[in-house]
């Protein structure tokens, strides 16, 4: 696994939850843009949000705007989404993924690593 998404779980609606994404290899994302996605029940992967290879640029999907937060520690090669003030429409497998470049995109395709996905319910 190159990849390791992890802190998702179950939440009641307007908790939080903080996820991790974790990469096996310092080269693996230290240099590239990394992008958070997931997948609702029936639903597409849609892009939540992206940050550049120095933490410098950040971008959120408008549903999630103002209530999630992308980090990165680039001493442990770690990616984070803080993700506060959770709706039941959040509810998601949440993969994290490496760009193939120094910056994130919104379109998947632009990724090369993916994660396994860290499943996040929100009750209601």
């Known amino acids: 696994v190159q990849l390791q998404a992890s802190g998702g779980g179950l939440v009641q609606t307007g908790g939080s939850l903080r996820l991790s994404c974790a990469a096996s290899?310092?080269?693996?994302?230290?240099?590239?843009?990394v992008g958070w996605f997931r997948q609702g029940p029936g639903k597409e992967r849609e892009f939540v949000a992206g940050?550049?290879?120095?933490?410098?640029?950040?971008g959120y999907a408008d549903s999630v705007k103002g209530r999630f937060t992308i980090s990165r520690d680039r001493s442990t090669n770690t990616v984070y989404l803080n993700m506060n003030s959770l709706h039941p429409e959040d509810t998601a497998v949440y993969y994290c993924?490496?760009?193939?470049?120094?910056?994130?995109?919104?379109?998947?395709?632009?990724?090369?690593?993916w994660g396994q996905g860290t499943l996040v319910t929100v009750s209601s």
């Open positions: 993924a490496a760009a193939r470049g120094a910056y994130y995109s919104t379109n998947s395709q632009a990724y090369n690593y």
């Open positions: 290899r310092r080269t693996l994302i230290s240099n590239n843009g």
């Open positions: 940050i550049s290879w120095n933490g410098g640029g950040t």
